[in-house]
Structures are given as structure tokens and as C-alpha cells.
């Protein structure tokens, strides 16, 4: 089941209001490479967010033109090693019918034939084998993909779209005694895997300054470094609340991301043994540093590690490495909120109110203090609620029985 109510450490689902929208100014394109096949790619003005962050679009890889075809639709020419060229465009509307972009900056004096004996000439069709700057070329049929996601997509504007690579050119007809040709663009499949979803809000991850924390195993290398984990938003340290907690390194806006974990496994009552052998040493260390709470003293840290630090995805529950340190406050004085990235399998936790430097980040575990301890054996000590007497806490314990150790969420 998806986040929500029925969630371990349930909150609200992260509902942005609509005025987080992230527009696009109008970009500039810009496309250049070098002679070794470095391409850089940038867009001129940055983006703005409602919230007023300011952020740059990502750079782009390789510029690859094809060599020998002219069919869009293949794939295997279009990323056959070719000459590479630069393109400017000064156009910031790219489907314009009359937009233009000029070949300038070409890496060599001319294209007219590489190493490769691939040549310029050869893109096109006709006898022309060379492309001189001011040549004109036609945005019309560019291939394009939003960039920028906006979550009230009637009001998609058509200056999102950008362009990322160059991939292939046609000549078309002269218009008026000057070439024309087609660029089919294909967009990097890296800005693609840019963009995190965590519920309506869209991440991009070069503009967040953030990166998917764990996404290869397990960064940092040392699981003791987890434990002062800082991402120049927040920090893992002790907490006076109860053990390690995450504080913020600066001051933060509402609705900033603050962290983008992959969870380290999801497992279910029945396979998390099963799932607790795939991981690594390195892995296994790390989580064996977080908090367990053992309901007996026969019970297995590990379950209870699992048990304590789970967040409920889907049929399972998931761990976090450093998303598990966030400790909890009640009745909304919680100022971080999270959600689930389904395709990339991570956790994106955000901001929901300004949070001074300093502060402790706070997510919501469950509704009240009975049923934190009924679930996670803890007493709240937020501040933020009546808490529970010694006698609830009493009453409350038979409830822990041998077997509801892994159904009891
Ligand atoms: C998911 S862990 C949070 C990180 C934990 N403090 C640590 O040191 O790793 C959950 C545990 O933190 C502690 N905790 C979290 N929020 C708390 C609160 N509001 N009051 C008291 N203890 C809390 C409890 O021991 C709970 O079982």
C-alpha cells in the first residue's frame, strides 16, 4: 500500500499547493563540443521556483551527428560516431516555423572530414560536403521532451521544452537560397534520470543539488560515516530527543528537499531474513547501526532494527539508511514530510515549513502517543503532545506478544 495513513511512521502524503510550480524562463539553446567529444550543453537563464530558489538546468553529454543516415528513426546511425560540431541557436522558441540556428564554432576549421573519415558532407544529402557558420536550420521537427514538469499541465508552457543534444541533422529544401535543415534531437537520457517524483512535486536533481544517497550501495563507504551524515542541508548528530536526529545545516525555505535516499531493501514478515542475506558486509554493518527496539530480549536485533526503522511501501516495509534517523513529533509540529518515489525506489523528504539552522528535523511516526508505543516501544518526547503515564505504558505491553512482532504496525 502507498504511503498514507496506514504507513509505520504515517504522515500525510506530501501535497505541494499548486503555486509550487517550477516554470522555465525563456531558455536560450546552446549545444557545443569539442574535438575530443566532450559536449557541454547549456541553457542561459535559470529556472525559478514559486518559493523564489533560484537553479540552473543540468548540463547535457555527447553531441553525436550521424555519419551516414538520414533516418531519424535509426537509432544505430544516429549514435555512430560522426563529426561532431557546435550549434548555436538564438532562439529561445524553438518550434517556431522561422527559428533559427546557426552552425558557429566549428572545433576545427572545418568538418569537411575527421579522423573518422566520416564527413560533414555525408549528414547530407545533395553535394554539399561543408556547413558554414550562418548556415540556418530549420527547429521545426526537433524532437523535444518537457524538461520541466508541471504539475497543472494546462498551463505547460511551450518554453520548457529544451533541447539537450544534438543528434542528427537533415537538409531539407533552400528557403529563400539558404540551406535548411532538420535536427532530430535526441534528449540525454541522463536529464531523463535527472528527475525524482515524490508525490506532485518534481525534483531535479541538478537543480536540488541533491543526489540519490545510497543509489549505488552505500555512500558514504564507512556506515560509521552515516552517523554524521551531512548533505550541506542536514546533518545526522545527537539528538536531545532520543538518539541520533537530523538537524538542519542552514536555514531552510518551505518545500526544500532535503534528502533523496534509495531505501536499502524492502522486506515482508516472511523474506526479510531472505532479503537481510543479499546485503553486503559493508551494507550489514551499516544497518546494524540503527536503532532496534526489542519488545524481549529473545528477540532478534535485526527484526527489530526492521521493525523500528521501517517505512511501509507497498506490502513491504523499506529501510532507510539515513531516513531512518529522522525522529518523530505529534500533532503536526512536524516540519519534514516524505514520499516515495516508486520508479526509483527512493525516498524524497521535504520541508513543509521554514526550518531555522540548527533545528532538528522532525517527520510523523503515527496519530498519538498510545499508539507510538504500542508500535515503536518509545514515549514521545516531543513536546508537542501530553504523552503517555507509566500505568498506560504498562497496560500497553502484553499487547507485544511473541508473534505480533512483525504484523504490529
Ligand atoms: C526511526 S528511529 C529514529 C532515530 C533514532 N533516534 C536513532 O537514534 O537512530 C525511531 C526511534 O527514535 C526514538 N524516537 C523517535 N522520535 C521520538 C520521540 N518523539 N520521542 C522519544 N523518542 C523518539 C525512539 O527510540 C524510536 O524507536
Not at 61 to 71: A, F, I, P, R
Not at 140 to 165: G, Q
Not at 218 to 246: C, H, R, Y
Not at 260 to 274: K, M
Request: glycine share 8%.
Amino acid at each position: 500500500m502507498p504511503l498514507g495513513d496506514e504507513h509505520p511512521l504515517a504522515m500525510g502524503k506530501f501535497n505541494p499547493p499548486s503555486s509550487l510550480r517550477v516554470t522555465a524562463m525563456k531558455p536560450t539553446y546552446e549545444v557545443s563540443s569539442d574535438s575530443s567529444g566532450k559536449t557541454s550543453s547549456s541553457t542561459s537563464p535559470a529556472s525559478q521556483t514559486s518559493s523564489g530558489e533560484t537553479s540552473s538546468y543540468p548540463t547535457s553529454s555527447v553531441d553525436k551527428l550521424s555519419s551516414t543516415s538520414c533516418n531519424p528513426n535509426d537509432k544505430a546511425h544516429r549514435n555512430a560516431p560522426g563529426p561532431r560540431a557546435s550549434l548555436r541557436t538564438h532562439t529561445s522558441q524553438p518550434e517556431d516555423v522561422g527559428s533559427k540556428a546557426s552552425f558557429a564554432d566549428w572545433d576545427g576549421k572545418s568538418l569537411d572530414q575527421e579522423a573518422n573519415r566520416s564527413t560533414v558532407g555525408s549528414m547530407f544529402h545533395g553535394s554539399n560536403r561543408t556547413i558554414t557558420p550562418n548556415d540556418s536550420v530549420s527547429m521545426r521537427n526537433a524532437y523535444r521532451k518537457p524538461y520541466l514538469i508541471v504539475p497543472d499541465t494546462s498551463k505547460k508552457s511551450k518554453y520548457e521544452d529544451r533541447l539537450t543534444r544534438l543528434g542528427y541533422v537533415e537538409r531539407l529544401s533552400d528557403i529563400d537560397g539558404k540551406r535548411h535543415y532538420r535536427i532530430v534531437l535526441d534528449i540525454d537520457k541522463e536529464l531523463e534520470e535527472d528527475r525524482v517524483h515524490a508525490g506532485s512535486m518534481t525534483i531535479s536533481l541538478s537543480s536540488s543539488n541533491l543526489f540519490i544517497l545510497n543509489k549505488d550501495g552505500l555512500q558514504p563507504k564507512l556506515a560509521s560515516d552515516l552517523e554524521e551524515f551531512n548533505n550541506g542541508l542536514l546533518q545526522v548528530k545527537k539528538s536531545p530527543i532520543s538518539g541520533f536526529g537530523v538537524f538542519a545545516v542552514r536555514d531552510l525555505e518551505r518545500l526544500t528537499p532535503v534528502l533523496i535516499e534509495r531505501e536499502l531493501f524492502n522486506a515482508n514478515s516472511f523474506d526479510l531474513y531472505q532479503k537481510l542475506d543479499t546485503l553486503t558486509k559493508e551494507q550489514m554493518i551499516a544497518y546494524q547501526t540503527l536503532h532496534g527496539h526489542q519488545r524481549s530480549s529473545s528477540e532478534d536485533i535485526r527484526a527489530a532494527i526492521w521493525r523500528t526503522n521501517r517505512f511501509s511501501i507497498g506490502l513491504g516495509g523499506s529501510v532507510f539508511l539515513v531516513g531512518s534517523r529522522f525522529n518523530h513529533a505529534c500533532k503536526g509540529s512536524n516540519n519534514v514530510d516524505y514520499s516515495f518515489d516508486w520508479k526509483k525506489r527512493c525516498m524524497v523528504f521535504v520541508t513543509q515549513k521554514k526550518v531555522p539552522a540548527g533545528s532538528e528535523l522532525f517527520i510523523r511516526y503515527g496519530s498519538d502517543p498510545h499508539h507510538l508505543f504500542l508500535t515503536w516501544g518509545f514515549r514521545c518526547a516531543c513536546g508537542h503532545c501530553t504523552g503517555i503515564t507509566e500505568e498506560e505504558c504498562e497496560a500497553i505491553k502484553p499487547a507485544w506478544g511473541e508473534g505480533n512482532d512483525f504484523t504490529m504496525w
